[in-house]
Structure formats: C-alpha cells, structure tokens
C-alpha cells in the first residue's frame, strides 16, 4: 500500500469501520473509500469478521440469576433506608474492605498501651521507693550503751577539748625564690658532678634530672635543684664558676596572703568539723539526717587535709627555693657521618609497602565486619517491595 | 430514553428502580462477557451476580467521567481475573462447548470458538472486548492498562489473522 495511491493506513480503514476515528479524518478516510477498491474490500472483510463472530450465540442467563441479584437489591435497600434514618443523607457506605486490617490497629493500640504503662509506671516506683526509706524511724540507743564522743584525730596539736582554733599568722614575709641557670661546659660529666656537690653541699636536693645526648650533638643536662632559701645566692655563685653562663634568671613572690587565707580557712574547717561532731553525738534523728551530717563530717574532713596539704607545700617553698640548671656540653663535630645504606632502604620500603597491604586488606574487612550485617538486613528487607515495584512498573509500561 | 448515567446517579440517590432498570440492561451481556470465557456456566452466573452485588456495594465510587458501561464491565474483568488467578495453571479456560441454544449456527460458532483459540491471548481479549461488549478503543486500553495505539494495532492484527483463519478450506473434488 503505497502512500501515493493510500494516503491512509490501513488500520485507519478498521477504525473508521469501528467509528473511532476523529471527524476531520473519518471524512478523509470516507473519501478515499469511495475511489478505492483496495480499501473497500479491505472494509469488507472487516465486517465479515465481525458478522462471522456474531455468529457465537450464547444462551441467556438463567432466570435464577435476576432473582439472586434482586433479592439482594431489596436487602440493600431496606438496610440503607435504615441507615439514612440515623446517619445524614448522602453519607459513603464504609468500604467492606478496611484500607488498614483491624489486626494491625489491634496490635499498634495495644504496644501503645504497653508503652504508656512502662512510661509512667518507672517514675512512680523510684519515687515510692525513696519515699519508703524517708519514712522508716530510727531506734533511739539503748541507755546502758555507752556513747562515746566524737572527735576528730587529726587537728596538729591545737584541740582544745571545745576551744576555737585560731589562724596561723607569719611573723613576716613569706618569700618564694626561683632561679634559673644556664651553663656550656667542655667537660660535662665533671661539670655536672660539681653541681650537684655544690646542692648537698648547702642542704639542697635534686627535684628533677634529665640527660640527653644525641648524635651529632654533645650532652645536655636540665635539673631542678631545691636549696635552702638563704643558701640561694652562695649556690649560684659557686654554680657560676663551673662553666661559661648563657643566661640567668631569679623571681620572687611574696605567698604572705595567700599563706593567711588559707591558714584561716583551715581554721573555720576545722571549727565546723568541731560542731558537726557535736550535733551528731546530742542528737538522735532519723537515719537519713544522720547519714547527711556523717557526709558533711568527711567533706570537713576532706578539706581540711587538703588545706593542710596546701600549707605544708607552702612552707616548703618559702624554705626551699628552687633553682634550674641547665648544661650544655660544647659540641665538637664529627668529620665523618655514615648515611643509611641501600640495602636498608630498600628493606625499609618493603617493610612499610608489606604494612600498607596489610593496613587496607584489615581495613576493607573491618568495613564489611561493621556494615555487612546493616547493609545485609536492609536489603533483605527491601528485596521483595523493591522487586514488587518494579514488576508493577514494567506491566504499567 | 434515561441514560445510564442518569439511573446510577437515581441509584446513588437510593432508588431501587434505577437499579432494576441498570440490571436489566446490563445483566444479560455481563452474562455473555463470562460465558464466553469461563467454562461452567453456574460458574459464570455466581461471576455476574458478583459483578451486580459489588456494583451494589460500591456505586458510591463511580464517578461519571467515564461510561458506566466501562465502569461495569472493568469490575466484571477484574473478577474474571481473579477467577482466573483460583484456577489450576495449564487449565485451557476457552475450552468450553458453546450453548446450542445460541440462536446460530453451531457448526459456524464451533468454527469461531477455535478460531479464536489460535490467536494470541492478548489479541483475543481485545477483539472480543470489542466485538462482543462494543468497547471503545480507550475503555479497551484502560481495562488492559496499554495504550490506545496498542490497542488499535492488535485489534487489526487480531482482525486479519482471524480472516486468514475463517477462510474456507480448500476443498479436493474427485469424480467417482
């Protein structure tokens, strides 16, 4: 059928025959039939087939189905009269089938439930169990037992059996003395020993001692020296004969307030701690006041050493000044240095190439051994709806 | 005459009549839509009285954009699927004895019936939709969720090959 002589197709000859053709070119198909034997035969057979399918008959239904339908017809129609009477007119007749099963609702309502009890039920047993332990009472002692009185075992001589306890103060000045020394020296061991005689020497003592020696550099020494406060200045000048001085540093701070404060607050400490005592040995409360005044006693008590502590160290630092050293031994460079060799590199390269193998081979495994089991469930999970999906996709296509 | 339309929308509004007129109109071509594919005609009797209760049920989900015509013979293709779906797989569904109360030929609706057979099934369906319950091209398409052109180019394969099919055999004369 060429397009010269068939300016149409001929299925468009079918859909003219079946009237699904628009007008515009239903009347071009209608003008063709009638110069185009081709088609008209074409159009022809069409109908053929269509009377020759006619010809299967089927037998009408038997009347037993008109009376079925019927019947249920008038039901429905007795039951929506009912039902108009109580609901407004016009209301949608519910679906047979829920969008949801009720199973679900059943289910979801009753975790909810669950949910809701454990919820509010927790708050409420920690609450009755506090309140039952505030409510228990306490018995009182019996008279024969003897109590014994409370008192604290570590006051520094000034308890007094009942007397107030009166802050240190410092008959002047507390002064603490840092120095700092740094010294280059050609013979280091020799020079180093000489310190130190120099430190027992005047009741002093090495707090702190570090010596290095690396290559292709001399020795060096960094100490910290504590010598007694007065002793300070004969130390640096005898420290300064041993070697060439780089540099020196001396620092006062004056601790005096800090010295009284904290002597004073050792003092109130100490008298609360007093009180306390005597509060729990005059009264007899319940077990929880008793056990809140015993906590509040070794707070006291806490403080109190800590403070204690605190003083102490100042006092030694007042005593004690502290004086840091630092040698340097004068540096002769070696005319000859042995680089690494190949061989070494080389192995050291295969060292660390076996090792980045080793690192992403653990770390790809790592990576399964954490997500594996995630990437696994989900997609187990997704599998079916996803498959689902795209088989309905492909069939819509 | 009151359109169909206009019964199901009586219908809607609670008239019983609306509903007998609907059902006599419809129920004898709902009848023949599952007779000519179903085997047992008790069969196809519970499938069109299923059709008529669910039209029953859910009338209040049709909505007049599209014929109801189309809208009952979709709930009637829909549970012709599902029946399908409860058969036994490899049953041959078409392979029934037609009435002989059919008002025709019954060698000549023998010869259609096989006919039909040998042609796809997808080409089958649409010509029959068409040639037996006056579908259009579009109410085709949406039942069988393709496009129109599909339709249209199946139905004129179906056509042809079913007119190669009714051609009359050559017959061999020998004189005696």
Redesign the interface.
């Known amino acids: 059928m060429s397009s010269s002589t068939h300016p149409i197709e001929?299925?468009e000859v079918?859909?003219y025959f079946?009237g699904?053709l628009p007008a515009d070119r239903a009347s071009t198909v209608a003008a063709h039939l009638e110069h185009c034997a081709e088609c008209r035969v074409l159009a022809a057979?069409?109908r053929?087939?269509?009377d020759?399918?006619?010809?299967?008959?089927?037998?009408?239904?038997?009347a037993?189905?008109?009376e079925?339908?019927?019947a249920?017809?008038?039901q429905?129609?007795e039951h929506?009269?009912a039902r108009?009477s109580r609901s407004p007119k016009?209301a949608?007749?519910p679906s047979?089938r829920p969008l949801i099963p009720r199973w679900v609702w059943a289910v979801a309502g009753t975790f909810v439930f669950l949910l809701f009890v454990v919820a509010i039920s927790i708050p409420n047993l920690l609450r009755s169990r506090v309140a039952s332990n505030q409510g228990l009472p306490v018995p009182r002692v019996p008279a024969e037992v003897q109590v014994v009185p409370f008192r604290s075992d570590r006051q520094g001589g000034r308890e007094g059996g009942g007397a107030s306890y009166v802050p240190q103060q410092p008959s002047g000045p507390m002064i603490v003395r840092t120095a700092s020394l740094s010294l280059v020296s050609k013979d280091f061991d020799q020079t180093r020993a000489a310190i130190e005689a120099v430190v027992r020497r005047h009741q002093g003592y090495t707090a702190q001692l570090n010596v290095s020696g690396q290559a292709g550099a001399g020795q060096s020494l960094t100490a910290t020296y504590h010598v007694s406060a007065d002793q300070l200045d004969a130390v640096l000048l005898e420290i300064k004969k041993l070697g060439h001085m780089e540099q020196e540093s001396q620092a006062s701070e004056v601790v005096t307030d800090q010295y009284v404060d904290l002597s004073a607050r050792l003092a109130n400490a100490r008298r609360t701690e007093q009180r306390l005592g005597q509060v729990l040995e005059q009264r007899t409360g319940r077990i929880p006041d008793v056990l809140a005044v015993e906590r509040e006693i070794a707070r006291v008590r806490e403080e109190i050493e800590r403070m204690e502590a605190q003083l102490k160290n100042l006092d030694n630092r007042v005593q004690f000044a502290s004086l840091q050293v630092q040698l340097r031994e004068e540096y002769k460079a070696q005319t000859e240095f042995a680089p690494p060799s190949a061989v070494s590199r080389l192995r050291n390269a295969v060292v660390d190439g076996y090792r980045s193998l080793v690192e992403s081979a653990l770390g790809l495994l790592v990576f399964l051994l954490s997500y594996g089991p995630v990437l696994l469930f989900w997609g187990a999970i997704l599998y079916l709806p996803g498959r689902f999906a795209w088989r309905r996709l492909r069939?819509?296509r | 005459m009151t359109t169909d339309e206009q019964l199901v929308q009586d219908f809607q509004?609670?008239s019983?009549e609306a509903?007998?007129e609907l059902?006599r109109r419809y129920?004898?071509r709902i009848?023949?839509f599952f007779?000519?594919r179903v085997n047992d005609?008790g069969a196809a009797?519970d499938l069109?009285?299923e059709v008529?209760?669910g039209v029953?049920?859910?009338v209040?989900r049709y909505e007049p954009r599209a014929p109801f015509r189309s809208y009952l013979f979709g709930v009637a293709f829909n549970l012709l699927a599902a029946h399908r779906r409860k058969k036994p797989p490899g049953e041959n569904r078409t392979e029934e004895i037609?009435?002989?109360?059919?008002?025709?030929?019954l060698d000549?609706?023998l010869w259609?019936?096989q006919a039909l057979n040998r042609l796809e099934d997808s080409a089958r369906e649409i010509?029959m939709l068409?040639?037996?319950e006056q579908l259009?091209?579009e109410d085709i398409a949406g039942l069988l969720?393709v496009p129109v052109n599909t339709v249209?180019?199946r139905?004129?394969r179906a056509?042809l090959d079913?007119?190669a099919l009714?051609a009359p055999p050559k017959t061999v004369t020998s004189d005696k």
């Open positions: 001929q299925d079918m859909a079946d699904e057979d069409f053929l087939v269509s020759r399918l006619a010809a299967w008959q089927v037998a009408p239904a038997a037993a189905l008109a079925r339908v019927n249920a017809a008038q429905h129609f929506g009269k108009e016009f949608p007749e047979s069939a819509s | 509004r609670g019983s509903f007998t059902f129920h004898e009848f023949a007779r000519r005609a009797e069109a009285q008529f209760l029953l049920r859910g209040t037609p009435d002989p109360a059919g008002g025709g030929n000549a609706a259609m019936r010509l068409r040639e037996y259009s091209y969720h249209r180019s139905l004129f056509r079913l007119r009714l």
